[in-house]
């Protein structure tokens, strides 16, 4: 597969990765090499990418906690501590082995330091290969909430390795497909038509689907950096995704949820508010509805849960001037962004999830 130009970036994929890196480490001539990873891509993934990796130069590993949990400055902080008790210097470069919180997390604690220091993105999750590696979003959370402190800043390199996805768990597979079933609802027919039937789906298919995913992504960033309008639709169904997710990871009765568990209740709430709203078509609703609870299953929110979620909108990274925007769809690849929807049609979301 042809590696990807996107913005400040370069995205190789399989076997291109460390040929590409070892070029990138050859000419760059770095003081020092750190490699974050939490304790799961210590064990394996850590021990695959070493092997490939050629160079002099001194390599340290720093290793945080994994989960959605340790995704915020406290966890900053300790890098930060270990970087300069390393001696990290501005010639320093920064390796993030791992899901969504590592890159996230990693990319925003290698831009910060110091000012900036070099970094190169490995994402190991499917989550973290079609969307957190890939647009430059670096960050942390702020207690519960998501993404809330960060900046927008790109790695040199991101590197696909799809062997990575054998060490994951079901469940984290199913997280990251959902990311690419939002890129087949806001980019057209021909894209989504890859999941009307997931029974059928393979591994084989990943590699395709993945890199169609990673260009999807990178045309809309490549107009759009700082989501000042098209890049907002790839929040589709994070409106309310974010805040369930935020609510659950709050709730101590509650059952963490993976973000792309979160993010497929989301978007079939926005699909019954496209319904309403945009016109939407009510078909689509109902097979889109039957198609993702058929894969996931169904999450128990039960009435009283409503208003805490909804309370949450307010913290919508998208929010301005006090309105919470919404990502709706008026078909399959046609959406419309900052859309107002009222509390009670959130209900009704709800309740038709539910129902």
């Known amino acids: ?60 590993i720093i290793e945080i906690e994994s989960g959605e949990v340790n ?6 902080v300790g890098v930060w501590n270990t970087l300069s008790e390393l001696d990290a210097d501005r010639k320093s470069l920064m390796i993030n082995i791992g ?3 590592i890159t996230d997390l990693g990319g925003f604690v290698a831009c910060t330091f110091k000012r900036g220091i070099a970094y190169v993105n490995v994402p190991t999750t499917l989550l973290s290969m079609v969307d ?12 519960a909430l998501k993404n809330q402190i ?5 790695a040199d390199l991101v590197l696909i390795d799809t062997k990575y996805l054998d060490t994951l768990p079901k469940n984290e597979m199913r997280s990251g497909l959902a990311e690419m079933l939002k ?41 759009d950096p700082f989501e000042n309008g098209l890049r907002k639709t790839l929040n589709y169904g994070h409106t309310l995704g974010h805040a369930i997710e935020s609510y659950f990871l709050s709730s101590p009765n509650k059952t963490t949820l993976l973000h792309g568990e979160a993010v497929v209740i989301g978007m079939i709430l926005a699909c019954y508010i496209s319904t309403q709203l945009t016109g939407f078509p009510k078909e689509k609703t109902d097979a889109i509805k039957s198609l993702l609870t058929g894969y996931y299953g169904k999450v128990d929110i039960n009435e009283q849960e409503y208003a805490p ?16 925007n919404f990502v709706l769809l008026e078909d399959i690849g046609k959406t419309k962004i900052d859309c107002l929807v009222e509390e009670q049609m959130i209900i009704d979301a709800f309740n038709f999830y539910a129902s």
């Not at 995704?71 to 900053?76: A, G, M, P, R, S």
């Not at 957190?132 to 207690?143: C, F, I, N, P, Q």
């Not at 979620?309 to 919470?324: C, F, M, Q, V």
Request: glycine share 6%; net charge negative; with cysteine.
């Open 99 to 101: 899901g969504g919180v």
């Open 1 to 60: 597969m042809n590696s990807i130009a996107a913005n400040d970036s370069l995205i190789h994929f399989n076997d291109t990765c460390y040929s590409s890196l070892n070029e990138y480490l050859a000419e760059k001539h770095f003081s020092k090499i750190f490699i974050l990873v939490d304790e799961n891509t210590h064990q394996y993934c850590l021990p695959l990418f070493l092997e490939k990796l050629q160079t002099e130069v001194t390599i340290e």
């Open 309 to 324: 979620i909804i309370e949450l909108l307010k913290y919508d990274k998208k929010n301005t001037h006090g309105n919470i």
């Open 150 to 154: 960060g900046v927008i800043s790109n």
């Open 183 to 223: 890129h087949g609802l806001i980019t057209g027919e021909s894209y989504w038509s890859n999941f009307e039937d997931l029974s059928k789906l393979s591994l084989k298919d990943l590699d395709r689907l993945i890199y169609e995913s990673v260009e999807i992504k990178k045309n809309v960033v490549e107009i």
């Open 71 to 76: 995704k915020n400055i406290d966890t900053c």
């Open 132 to 143: 957190a590696s890939v647009g430059g979003k670096t960050g942390v959370d702020l207690g």
